[in-house]
Antibody, heavy 124, light 110 residues
Framework: QLQLQESGPGLVKPSETLSLTCTVS??????????WGWIRQPPGKGLEWIGS???????YHNPSLKSRVTISVDTSKNQFSLKLNSVTAADTAVYYC????????????????WGQGTLVTVSS | QSALTQPASVSGSPGQSITISCTGT?????????VSWYQQHPGKAPKLLIY???TRTSGISNRFSGSKSGNTASLTISGLQAEDEADYYC??????????FGTGTKVTVL
C-alpha cells in the first residue's frame, strides 16, 4: 500500500526558506505515469496546488508561486522535496504531498494517495 | 490562475440528494475531462472520490456521482448520510499544463 509522509520544520521565520520532504513508501517514486505533487491549505481556507515533479526531474508549477518554488526529487531515497523562499505569514498552511496521475499526452488528473499533511507556521 | 468556483455551502436532510457545482472556464473544466472531486473531513487529508469527471475511485459508494455540462462540473450525493458532512473540492487540468482546485464547499447534514 503506497504511503506518503511529509517532514520538516513546523516553524519558519519571515523572509526565510520553507523546506519540506515527502518520503514515499510501499512503492517506487520512479513509477511511470505518475508525478509527485505538493498542495497546501491555509488554516480555514481551500486547497492550492503548488507543483508536481516526475522522477526524471521534470516539473510543473503553479504560476502564482513559480518564482519562489523549487521542487526536487531523490530517487535513491524515494523522496521528493519542496523549497519555498522569501516566506511571509501568507505562506502559513498545512502542506500535503501526494501522488499525481499524469497521462501520455501530458494531462494531469487526480491526486491519490495523500500524506497526512504538516502544518508550517511562518512567524518570528 | 483562478480557482474554480464552488458554492460555499450546501445542506440537506438525511436521505435527500444534494448537488455541488464547480464552475470553471473553457480553458479548464470546459475543455478537458480531467475533473476530480475530493472529500475532506476536519483535520484530515483530502480523499479522492471521483476522477475523469464520472469515475468513482475504488471503495467509494455509488451514492456519489459526477457529471459535466459545458464549463460546469457537478458532484451529486444521493441518500445523504451523516458521515457525508465534510468539505468537498473539485479540481481540473488547465490549458496551461497546470492544475487548479475549486474554492471548496461545506456540506451540512441537517
Amino acid at each position: 500500500q503506497l504511503q506518503l509522509q511529509e517532514s520538516g520544520p513546523g516553524l519558519v521565520k519571515p523572509s526565510e526558506t520553507l523546506s519540506l520532504t515527502c518520503t514515499v513508501s510501499g512503492g517506487s517514486i520512479s513509477s511511470t505515469s505518475y508525478y509527485w505533487g505538493w498542495i497546501r491549505q491555509p488554516p480555514g481556507k481551500g486547497l492550492e496546488w503548488i507543483g508536481s515533479i516526475y522522477y526524471t526531474g521534470s516539473t510543473y508549477h503553479n504560476p502564482s508561486l513559480k518564482s519562489r518554488v523549487t521542487i526536487s526529487v531523490d530517487t535513491s531515497k524515494n523522496q521528493f522535496s519542496l523549497k519555498l523562499n522569501s516566506v511571509t505569514a501568507a505562506d502559513t498552511a498545512v502542506y500535503y504531498c501526494a501522488r499525481h496521475r499524469r497521462y501520455s499526452g501530458g494531462f494531469f488528473d487526480w491526486f491519490d494517495p495523500w500524506g497526512q499533511g504538516t502544518l508550517v507556521t511562518v512567524s518570528s | 490562475q483562478s480557482a474554480l468556483t464552488q458554492p460555499a455551502s450546501v445542506s440537506g436532510s438525511p436521505g435527500q440528494s444534494i448537488t455541488i457545482s464547480c464552475t470553471g472556464t473553457s480553458s479548464d473544466v470546459g475543455d478537458y475531462n480531467y475533473v476530480s472531486w475530493y472529500q475532506q473531513h476536519p483535520g484530515k487529508a483530502p480523499k479522492l472520490l471521483i476522477y475523469g469527471v464520472t469515475t468513482r475511485t475504488s471503495g467509494i459508494s455509488n451514492r456519489f456521482s459526477g457529471s459535466k455540462s459545458g464549463n460546469t462540473a457537478s458532484l451529486t450525493i444521493s441518500g445523504l448520510q451523516a458521515e457525508d458532512e465534510a468539505d468537498y473540492y473539485c479540481s481540473s487540468y488547465t490549458s496551461s499544463s497546470t492544475y487548479v482546485f475549486g474554492t471548496g464547499t461545506k456540506v451540512t447534514v441537517l
